[in-house]
């Protein structure tokens, strides 16, 4: 089987390199964003991606616009929204994108989100 395809999008450099690096860890192939337009961009130009991994607050377009849109669009690509970001509508947010999203709050150990990563990439 060919590695995963993963697409993160995080608007802080270091957050970005430490989730992509973690996830390429697991033998993931990663593309990297750092807004919500890139994040769509992506999808549109090299997708489809095994699953996302986003942050809510980014310039221009947050993740979860950016991941509402792809739904609309009909892609049904897993999701791992994440934030540091308290507000309870956060967590309804992520629930309206389906059974596939996951809400993981910062900080989150690596190894956390590396198996979170793994169960929404396993075959259902």
Do not use: C, Y
Not at 2 to 21: K, M, Q
């Amino acid at each position: 089987m060919s590695s995963p395809r993963i697409l993160v999008a995080d608007d802080d450099p270091t957050i970005l390199e430490a989730v992509s690096d973690a996830l390429e860890d697991i033998g993931a192939s990663v593309v990297r964003a750092s807004t919500g337009a890139e994040l769509i961009e992506h999808l549109g130009a090299h997708g489809p991606f095994d699953l996302v991994v986003t942050d809510v607050s980014m310039p221009w377009m947050s993740g979860l616009q950016a991941m509402h849109s792809v739904r609309t669009a009909g892609l049904p690509t897993p999701v791992i929204v994440i934030t540091a970001l308290e507000a309870e509508r956060v967590a309804d947010q992520v629930r309206t994108l389906g059974r596939n999203a996951v809400l993981m709050r910062k900080p989150f150990a690596l190894a956390e989100l590396q198996e979170t990563a793994r169960s929404l990439l396993r075959p259902a």
